[in-house]
Nanobody, 125 residues
Framework: QVQLVESGGGLVQAGGSLRLSCAAS????????TGWFRQVPGKEREFVAA????????KTADSVKGRFTISRDNAKNTVYLEMNSLKPGDAAVYYC??????????????????WGQGTQVTVSS
């Protein structure tokens, strides 16, 4: 059974940083695409960043490029999202997702078959 567990969300002031973690069981993340998405009430789920297999090709949304970095620790089977220079507009529930049918990072949420429960990020102005 595949399980993704996010952690690291919380309340931070604008300009601050947070690091989200996504720990996986039942699936080896280094072999597949893993992504971070975010969602606010009443809006569509938004792609944030993704990392592919092996050496880790990355894809990052323009809205967070230069501020957010996705990475992976293969030994811990965990993917991270380092978020810097946070803005109030970054506040959302952040979800980790894995796509075991694809090794290349991508932003199509429909093909990610495994999702975590989400972690709340709140940014105060």
């Amino acid at each position: 059974q595949v399980q993704l567990v996010e952690s690291g969300g919380g309340l931070v002031q604008a300009g601050g940083s947070l690091r989200l973690s996504c720990a996986a069981s039942g699936l080896t993340l280094r072999s597949y695409a893993t992504g971070w998405f975010r969602q606010v009430p009443g809006k569509e789920r938004e792609f944030v960043a993704a990392i592919g297999w092996g050496s880790g090709l990355r894809k990052t949304a323009d809205s967070v490029k230069g501020r957010f970095t996705i990475s992976r620790d293969n030994a811990k089977n965990t993917v991270y999202l380092e978020m810097n220079s946070l803005k109030p507009g970054d506040a959302a529930v952040y979800y980790c997702a894995a796509d075991d049918s694809n090794r290349v990072p991508h932003s199509d949420s429909a093909t990610y078959g495994y999702w975590g429960q989400g972690t709340q990020v709140t940014v105060s102005s």
